[in-house]
């Protein structure tokens, strides 16, 4: 996609200067009449389109008329017309004179060097009346508004302090102008680039958003090369006519940019949401961008600009809106003949016209009998100074099959203000129409008494709305819903699995929970029980675990990891006495070797119970569990 | 005693509301009924329209509204797409008023007179049958569906309580209870998951222009997943699986597909007062 080139516009360059340049000379004088002794100042503005500034700017006065000067200041003007951008350079000559006595003077003309050769300006006549008759105002100059805020260096009309006589006249300073939409807060490309601009960027449906594409050159003039306009899904877009480009000098960081706005759209977003206006490419062609022959020049990319998209307000929308309709609008019709018979049709013509992306669709006045035919449009819309304009003319043929005098009501388009952010209604009156009846005609059929009408009577229409109760929402959607449903299952099987470890935990808890001395006795009751049935190893076995028991509860020794020899040096240690300790290790062995009778020995069995039970005692006496 | 009158005061100011956004709904409703009456159609169906679009959801607005749309298909400033959007309008009703029987002979009707225009046009009679899943969880509304899952839950429970008490008649009522309450708990359960599914993942809509051409997932016209590679009918039950940009992701029988959002109108589930 290329731009549609402008006609007028294409290039934004410095044009060389052939062999004889153009100049313009502009002579001014701030006033035609002034007293003696009052200074007046006469301007020369020179311009030249050649690459020398013009220079030696001179002013012949006459007799009894002296002057000061000239203030020389320095200016450049860039402007594009009919495809050829153009940088005129120029100086202003200001001279201040001051008359001696009255008369009417020839002032000039004021001339100049331009290009080796000497220009002419316009010749100043000039009236002088005596001191007191001009009605001036004490120390001022003649032509200026007393106080001008926006003159910087001399507002209230005059110097502040007196000009001593050997001072130079003050030169006026170079300030470039240019639109504040083409300032850029820093050089984002020390070479080139683009900058796109769209305004709002938050939008209602069918609002106008202004799109414009800023180049900024900073190594002088540049010629477009390739360009690429932006990509705009979800937009209606409108290309703004530009029969002239101007180019401005912009300062930036120091630097001077030459900066033009090569492209304008009006875009009208056609649904919501984020739509993007995407970056548009722009190539900069000049010896100083781009070698010669390279295709395109330098390219450059635009940044892409989201653009919110969103309905405008329900509240206060009017009946029969139509989202997009948003601009602001004025609506014209007329209606010929007036007087017709019945089966014949009237004209109606309305005017739709405004601001904005016009509508191509308004609101009938419906009714029965009335038959409204599609209608011929005619559109004259343009977009120009950065707004949609224009008009759609609607011309209906309406047919009406009723007699008498019938009302046409109005034709109306709401539409939203997105400026006044409200909804306004554009109406226009159609007025009344007198149908004659018509005897020989026979009336028009309508679709509803056609013979075979399937639809008749399908649908009927309710006679009054009735109260509601709004139902409770699915049970499903209550939280509590699934969780009961798990619960009294998952419960039972919880619960019993839970009752289970409960008593594991519980017997486990209780075993842990016994002492050695209480072991000990109990063991020992197992030993008597083994021995009343002559169960020898049963018995040595159990005697062995209640002396061990009872070992570890009168002594804290744990005498399974002692061996044999040093228990009784262990239990001397800790206070038991030899004789005891050696029954000790007696009865140790004893069931150590009696664990390995199979035999049923009832003697053999109640005897090593019975020195069990004495050793145990011995053990254990004094010690309660 | 004062949070009590604040509450009551608080609870007749809602009401008051209320009856005042019914009121104005009916309003409407009656001016709407009566520009159609006098054969301003477009007017009636713009008082209708705009009701719905400030969030008005009664069963008796969107029948006034299928009215509206009936009568305007059946002038001769009928527009393409009346019929569907009078289809839209019945199926809502039928939707928010489901024990309406004459909803639902009605919409048959503006259905059967789509397909004979369709039919005239030379278009092909297209009838698309649910998906297996959908037609099974919609064979009873799904609240029967939790009370079933319900009655399962309770009986597995009873059956598992059984189970525990040790008798031999208690242990065989318990392994009956328990087999019951599983089939019945496994089958309401699944069912009335996937109803809740079909319900939140998806919105019923109802194609409100004479063929709603198949897209791809880019919005190029393009085969869809299944058996269909027309368009789908005016008139036609869709379900709104998901939407984006401009572009809905609808489910039509087996068939899935992307349309233009515009040329679908959703259809509301449950009444709504004017706010």
Request: proline share 8%; aromatic share 6%; net charge positive.
């Amino acid at each position: 996609m290329t731009f549609r080139a402008p006609s007028a516009v294409v290039a934004v360059v410095f044009l060389a200067t052939p062999a004889a340049a153009q100049v313009s000379l502009d002579t001014q004088v701030s006033a035609r009449r002034v007293e003696v002794n009052q200074p007046f100042r006469v301007q020369l503005k020179a311009f030249s389109d050649g690459q020398s500034n013009p220079a030696n700017p001179r002013l012949t006065v006459p007799d009894g008329m002296h002057a000061q000067g000239p203030s020389i200041g320095t200016q450049t003007e860039v402007s594009i017309t009919q495809g050829r951008m153009v940088q005129r350079v120029g100086i202003t000559a200001t001279w201040t004179l001051t008359a001696t006595k009255p008369g009417t003077f020839r002032i000039g003309p004021p001339s100049i060097d331009v290009d080796g050769k000497r220009e002419k300006g316009s010749l100043v006549v000039v009236q002088v009346v005596p001191e007191g008759q001009g009605g001036r105002r004490p120390g001022g100059i003649p032509g200026r508004i007393p106080f001008d805020p926006f003159d910087f260096f001399d507002p209230f009309g005059r110097a502040p302090f007196p000009r001593l006589p050997f001072d130079e006249p003050p030169s006026e300073p170079e300030t470039p102008t240019y639109p504040p939409e083409y300032a850029v807060d820093r050089v984002l490309d020390p070479v080139a680039f683009l900058v796109a601009r769209a305004k709002p960027q938050k939008v209602v449906l069918g609002q106008a958003v202004n799109f414009a594409l800023y180049a900024y050159g900073a190594r002088g003039v540049f010629e477009p090369g390739a360009t690429t306009e932006p990509s705009r899904e979800g937009f209606i877009a409108y290309t703004v006519d530009q029969d002239q480009i101007r180019a401005h000098p912009v300062p930036v960081e120091g630097s001077t940019l030459i900066a033009a706005r090569i492209s304008q759209l009006v875009l009208f977003p056609i649904r919501t949401g984020t739509l993007r206006i995407g970056p548009a490419r722009f190539g900069f062609q000049g010896r100083s961008y781009a070698k010669s022959g390279s295709p395109g020049g330098l390219l450059r990319e635009s940044q892409p600009i989201d653009i919110v998209v969103v309905e405008p307000p329900l509240a206060g929308r009017p009946v029969g809106y139509r989202l997009g309709d948003v601009g602001r609008y004025t609506l014209t019709a007329s209606v010929t003949p007036t007087q017709i018979q019945q089966g014949e049709a009237v004209s109606v013509v309305a005017k739709l016209e405004g601001v904005g992306n016009v509508p191509p669709k308004l609101n009938l006045p419906q009714q029965t009998g009335v038959e409204w035919m599609d209608p011929g449009t005619i559109e004259k819309i343009e977009a120009e100074n950065g707004a949609v304009r224009g008009s759609r003319t609607f011309t209906y043929v309406v047919r009406i099959d009723r007699e008498g005098t019938i009302d046409l009501g109005e034709v109306t388009l709401p539409y939203y203000d997105a400026d006044k952010q409200r909804y306004d209604v554009a109406r226009a009156a159609l007025g009344t129409i007198t149908v004659r009846a018509n005897p020989n005609g026979a009336p028009a059929p309508v679709a509803s008494a056609l013979p075979k009408d399937r639809l008749e009577n399908v649908v009927l229409p309710p006679k009054r709305l009735r109260e509601l109760t709004p139902p409770p929402p699915p049970l499903s959607d209550r939280r509590g819903f699934w969780l009961l449903l798990l619960a009294g299952p998952l419960g039972v099987l919880t619960v019993g699995q839970a009752l289970r470890v409960a008593r594991r935990l519980r017997e486990r808890w209780g075993a842990e929970q016994k002492t050695p001395l209480h072991r000990s006795r109990e063991e020992l009751d197992a030993a008597r029980k083994s021995a009343g049935s002559g169960l020898v190893s049963e018995t040595a076995a159990a005697i062995e675990r209640s002396v061990h028991f009872a070992l570890e509860a009168a002594t804290g020794i744990r005498a399974r990891g002692v061996l044999r020899s040093e228990l009784p040096r262990s239990l001397a240690a800790r206070g038991v006495s030899a004789e005891l300790a050696e029954r000790v290790v007696g009865v140790l062995e004893a069931a150590e070797l009696a664990r390995f009778v199979q035999a049923t020995e009832r003697g053999e069995a109640s005897e090593l119970f019975a020195r069990g039970e004495e050793v145990v005692n011995a053990l254990l006496k004094g010690k309660r569990g | 005693m004062t949070r009590a009158l604040l509450a009551f005061a608080f609870f007749v100011a809602l009401s008051g509301r209320a009856a005042a956004g019914n009121e104005k709904a009916q309003a409407s409703v009656d001016e709407a009924l009566a520009a159609v009456e006098r054969g301003a159609l477009d007017e009636g169906i713009d008082r209708l329209e705009l009701l719905a679009d400030r969030g008005f959801v009664h069963p008796d607005a969107s029948t006034a509204r299928a009215y509206a749309y009936v009568e305007r298909a059946r002038s001769r400033g009928a527009r393409p797409g009346d019929l569907g959007r009078a289809a839209a309008a019945l199926e809502e009703a039928k939707q928010l008023d489901p024990d309406n029987a004459a909803l639902e002979a009605s919409l048959e009707q503006v259905r059967a007179e789509i397909s004979r225009r369709r039919a005239r046009a030379g278009g092909s009679p297209l009838v698309q049958r649910p998906t297996l899943g959908r037609a099974v969880a919609d064979l009873l509304p799904e609240n029967a569906w939790a009370i079933l899952a319900a009655f399962g839950s309770a009986l597995l429970t009873a059956g598992l309580l059984l189970k525990r008490v040790g008798r031999r008649g208690a242990e065989i009522a318990g392994a009956v209870g328990i087999a019951a309450g599983l089939l019945f708990g496994l089958l309401g359960g699944c069912l009335v998951a996937a109803a809740r599914h079909y319900r939140t993942s998806s919105r019923p809509a109802v194609v409100v222009v004479p063929e709603a051409r198949l897209l791809d997932e880019a919005g190029r016209p393009g085969p869809a997943k299944g058996p269909l590679s027309e368009g789908i009918p005016e008139g036609a039950l869709v379900h709104v699986r998901e939407q984006r940009n401009e572009r809905s992701f609808v489910e039509w029988g087996s068939t899935r597909a992307w349309v233009q959002s515009a040329q679908l109108r959703l259809i509301a589930l449950s009444p709504h007062p004017l706010p």
